[in-house]
């Protein structure tokens, strides 16, 4: 099982940026395929942006692309999700994921929300116009 510690959420003005991080620990020293994905009130939770193992290779949805990046710090297991040009339709709670079962050196990426099997505990997003 995977332990994922998420912080950084916050509520900014449209145009405003935030950042948000994900540090994955486990009994392991492994290293997961992780995403971030968010969920608006009465809306399913949809993804955001995902990348490899390695984070190498990464995937937007296109709502986000050229205004949010994600980063991958492999040594300290970590995640980032840096938001730029937030817009009111961001706003969200945002939760980090990890999938656990995966080939060493995989470079697969994945997008949909049932491929993680670890899940953080959600940190709110809120974009005022």
């Known amino acids: 099982q995977v332990h994922l510690e998420t912080s950084g959420g916050g509520s900014v003005q449209a145009g405003g940026s935030l950042t948000l991080s994900c540090v994955a620990s486990?009994?392991?020293?492994?290293?997961?395929?992780m995403g971030w994905f968010r969920q608006a009130p009465g809306k399913q939770r949809e993804m955001v942006a995902v990348?490899?193992?390695?984070?190498?290779?990464?995937n937007y949805a296109d709502s986000v692309k050229g205004r949010f990046t994600i980063s991958k710090d492999y040594v300290k297991n970590t995640v980032y999700l840096q938001m730029n040009g937030l817009r009111p339709e961001d706003t969200a709670v945002y939760y980090c994921?990890?999938?656990?079962?995966?080939?060493?050196?995989?470079?697969?990426?994945?997008?949909?929300?049932?491929?993680?099997?670890?899940w953080g505990q959600g940190t709110q997003v809120t974009v005022s116009s």
């Open positions: 990348t490899s193992l390695t984070g190498r290779t990464s």
């Open positions: 486990a009994r392991t020293d492994s290293r997961y395929p």
């Open positions: 994921a990890a999938r656990s079962e995966v080939a060493a050196g995989s470079e697969n990426i994945y997008r949909n929300v049932n491929h993680y099997n670890n």
